[in-house]
Structure formats: C-alpha cells, structure tokens
C-alpha cells in the first residue's frame, strides 16, 4: 500500500489484541460523561466493539467504535475521538478533540517551513503562528521535547517517541493562556507518523496493541 487506508469495521475471527483493544474502549466509554438524557440508558458489559483501522506497512490499529475515522487527504487521516466542529478540515483547524495519522506525504513537509519531518522538531507544517488547537482565540507555540524515547507498536516495532511542551498564548499580548503537550509517535521505516494535541485516553495502548500482517 502506498497510502494510508481506513478500513470499515469488521467483527469476524478477533485475535486476542482485538479483545485487548475491546477492553480498552469499554474502559473508554465508562471514561467518558453520558449526555443528560442518556444517563442509565446504556448498560456496558466487560468489553466494547473495536474498529480495525488499517494502515500501511500492514499495521492494524484497534480503536473504540465510538471514534470517527475521517481521510483529510492523501496520507492524512484525522480520527475524531469526542466533540468536532469540523472534522473534515485540515491539519490545524482548531476546536476538534482528535488525532492525527499521517504518511510519506505529509511527513515529508511536517517541520516548520515545510522540510521533512525527523523527529528532531516537532510536527509543524506551517510558517506562522497556528491556531490552539483548543480555542481558536488563541495561538499556539511548541517548545521544547520534555520526553524522548521508544514505545511499542504491536509486536517486534518500536516507534521514537517524542512529548513536545506547548502553550496556547494571547495574539494581543503573547501572555499564555494554557498549557498542554503534543505527543508523537513516529515508525520511520514504515512511515507512519501519530500526533496527538489533545493528551487523548487509551491512544497509547492502542498503539502498542497493534497488530502487524
């Protein structure tokens, strides 16, 4: 495969990291605040439905049934795991509790001024001041890593693991206005790149209950 794909849900055979990824995404929704009118409605057993998202190189990611998965553009998928104005927008439009899932394509201009990403900067296609990603009104500035290492995707892959300090700060008076942290996950040989603004629960053991065909 040359581009990154997603694929429809599918419930035959499950492995035993599908049944993994299952639990996950019922601890997911027991996470998560029922709307008002839906409070006692819904009873949750021990494990939830997962949707299989394929990617290249032959990674399976499991992800609660509950996310959307939306394609952006060639080798930009954005998945959507709560509340989204505007899920079909590009990378940086704001105010959409999501992550990204990026390949060759987009990684190739991923650093400020469009160079190719390696992981040495953060992700940062842009040459300006882009939005927070959790209010518009804002900007955002990515600093720092605060963590570098590696991290397990599915068996026998690791993927160098960055945490990038961030802030969200005043277009008026550069004050910050809130803090978070940008996290990526990058397999090089594959060419797969996870970027995460929004510290989003149960990303991290998706990854690394991956399946590799």
Known sequence: MT??????PTFGRMSKRYLAVAA??????????LPANAAGATTLTSAAPAQPLKLRGG???????????YRVGSDWIRVVTGKCAKPEKGYGTPECDSFWVLGPKAIKQGNELFRPYDGE???YPATDVQLCPHNRK??????????K????????HKAAYREWKATCVSYSGGGVKSRY???EWYLPTTKILVVDQWNT???????KHADWN
């Open 121 to 123: 900067e953060p992700f």
């Open 201 to 207: 629960p149960g990303l991290a053991d998706a990854l």
């Open 24 to 33: 996950l995404a019922a601890a997911t929704l027991l996470a998560a605040p």
């Open 149 to 156: 290492g590696l991290r397990q995707v599915g068996p026998g």
């Open 138 to 147: 804002w900007g955002q500035v990515v600093g720092a890593a605060r963590s």
């Open 3 to 8: 581009d990154l794909q997603a694929a429809a």
């Open 181 to 183: 942290v940008q996290r």
């Open 59 to 69: 990674l399976t990611l499991y992800l609660p049934i509950r996310w959307k998965v």
